[in-house]
């Protein structure tokens, strides 16, 4: 199934706010801290190009990649 963009950068955004909503939840930060983190980091930017296929999974699937970079400080 082929995506139009409009559809791609729904699903971009649709998981973004869930990143940020988890992050917010799971790692006890402020919303413009969870925002900086998200935006900030390579699961972001890897959720950005849709040959990852990041977008398709469920959003806890894809905080586990934000988790370990968040912890680590690089994407696992």
Request: proline share 4%.
């Amino acid at each position: 199934m082929t995506l139009t963009e409009g559809q791609f950068q729904y699903m971009v955004e649709a998981m973004t706010a869930d990143l940020i909503r988890l992050v917010v939840e799971k790692e006890n930060l402020s919303m413009p801290d969870a925002f900086d983190k998200v935006y900030n980091s390579s699961t972001y930017h890897n959720l950005l190009n849709p040959l990852s296929q990041l977008y398709y999974q469920s959003p806890g699937y894809v905080y586990s990649f934000l988790q370990a970079e968040l912890k680590t400080g690089k994407m696992e």
